[in-house]
């Protein structure tokens, strides 16, 4: 099983190392230490930039699926009501194959929200294999991916306020002799990795939901992921070498401020941010959001109304004397 899950990462491990390894030969080339961990930190932080880009036609998707979700709450409600009471196994199924012709129709499912996260569960998977391979490998002088030996060594020696980017918390808790830089350092990103997370969620739950939403039957779960995923991230980060703890610190906070672009300037139709963004709009004269100033409306009006056709007057014959 390992041995596949390996084979199945193989071509992302490649694609990430060989990014890391560009970035990290572009800022040598700038000037700065190749073997510093400030230039291996920000080679990860734009190999982030970069996939993170990439993933933005991912989180349109994500938007419109969300909007949908939150469209169909009404008739989820209704169909909650219509089986209400009925615990027998065919009303459940009729309720869940029901449900199935809901979001079909909307075009959306309750997983739409993770979309993002999915798409970037092998960058990350790969990363971490890389990064927290890179001790072994230095030790037996190999190569990881497209990064070469001395890229290995130089990664593995390098550090940021005394850690080493290779180090994990529990590793040097379990060395015999802790680092105190190793333990502060990742204290410090596995909070602001958790606390990045929460808040980014927490804004989308308060601020960029219709009232049918927050009171529809996905709520419950939402609120409890809330708290369940940045616990499971929490913990799993004292597992994570201090380079992947700066991966996934700075994609958390990349999310943070996309998702407050989209609440601040393209909120969810009929939530608490659409209307904080009418009364901004309304302050500068402007009319609600989604809507056209209205001598603008009505001039597209005249454009665009039909056309009549002139009708020619018929000669009227006369009579003859």
């Known amino acids: ?27 040598t080339r700038i000037g700065l230490d190749p073997n510093s961990g400030w230039t291996w ?5 734009f190999l982030v ?55 079909k129709k909307h075009k959306t499912n309750p997983l ?10 092998p960058f990350f998977f790969a990363l971490f294999t890389v990064l927290n391979n890179a001790s072994k490998a230095s030790a037996n002088n190999d190569g990881v991916g497209a990064l070469s030996a001395d890229h290995i060594r130089s990664f593995d020696a390098s ?4 850690a080493r980017l290779s180090d994990t918390f529990l590793n040097t808790l379990n060395s015999g002799s802790p680092s105190a830089a190793v333990i502060i350092v990742a204290v410090v990103m596995i909070l602001a990795m958790t606390a990045s997370q929460f808040i980014t969620q927490k804004q989308i739950m308060s601020k960029n ?36 703890l700066i991966y996934w610190t700075a994609t958390n906070l990349w999310t943070l401020g996309q998702q407050f672009y989209v609440i601040r300037n393209n909120p969810t139709p009929g939530s608490e941010a659409e209307r904080e963004l009418n009364v ?30 002139r009708v020619q007057p018929q000669r009227k014959n006369r009579k003859k004397k």
């Open 159 to 162: 550090s940021i306020f005394g």
């Open 209 to 244: 939901m219709t009232k049918e939403a927050l009171e529809g039957p996905f709520m419950q779960q939402q609120k409890i992921m809330l708290y369940i995923l940045p616990l499971v991230f929490g913990i799993g980060g004292i597992n994570f070498p201090i380079g992947v």
């Open 1 to 27: 099983m390992t041995n596949f899950f390996d084979l199945l990462l193989s071509p992302f491990r490649y694609v990430v190392s060989w990014i890391l390894m560009a970035f990290h030969e572009l800022f």
């Open 49 to 103: 930039l970069l996939i993170r880009t990439a993933l933005i036609p991912v989180f349109v998707k994500q938007i419109k699926a969300q909007r949908a979700m939150q469209a169909l709450q009404p008739d989820l409600r209704k169909l909650q009501a219509k089986y209400k009471g009925k615990k027998d196994q065919l009303s459940q199924q009729a309720m869940i194959a029901e449900q199935r012709q809901l979001f």
């Open 280 to 309: 901004r709009r309304a302050a500068k004269g402007l009319p609600p959001f989604g809507q056209k100033k209205v001598d603008e409306a009505a001039a597209e009006a005249v454009v665009e109304a039909p056309k009549t056709q």
């Open 112 to 121: 739409s929200s993770c979309l993002p996260m999915l798409v970037q569960m």
């Open 41 to 45: 930190a920000l080679s990860i932080i």
